[in-house]
Nanobody, 124 residues
Framework: QVQLVESGGGLVQAGGSLRLACVAS????????MGWFRQAPGKERDFIAV????????VYADSVKGRFTISRDNAQNTVYLQMNSLKPEDTAVYYC?????????????????WGQGTQVTVSS
């Protein structure tokens, strides 16, 4: 059983930055690919980014490419999401999740463990 706890959300003005962190416990963090998703009110949960076990490869949604950066520290069991040039449409609850290597990382159903989410609100 893996527990994930996100932090770092908050209220920021458009153009600002936030850094989210997700700390894992109860499992072998380095064996999981790690993803970030977000869900706005009344909308589906959308893929944002994924990072493979070693941190050597990352994939981003087109909507955040060039603005967001995913990284991980396996020694600290933590995955990060650096968010720059934030826009009001980035407002959502952000979730981190684990996905076993080899499973389709774009699909919500591929992910096995989820955090509780952290709210990000971007004002215009």
């Amino acid at each position: 059983q893996v527990q994930l706890v996100e932090s770092g959300g908050g209220l920021v003005q458009a153009g600002g930055s936030l850094r989210l962190a997700c700390v894992a416990s109860g499992g072998t963090f380095s064996s999981y690919n790690m993803g970030w998703f977000r869900q706005a009110p009344g909308k589906e949960r959308d893929f944002i980014a994924v990072i493979i076990t070693s941190g050597g490869k990352t994939v981003y949604a087109d909507s955040v490419k060039g603005r967001f950066t995913i990284s991980r520290d396996n020694a600290q069991n933590t995955v990060y999401l650096q968010m720059n040039s934030l826009k009001p449409e980035d407002t959502a609850v952000y979730y981190c999740a684990t996905v076993p290597p080899g499973r389709p990382f774009l699909r919500v159903s591929s992910y096995t463990y989820w955090g509780q989410g952290t709210q990000v609100t971007v004002s215009s």
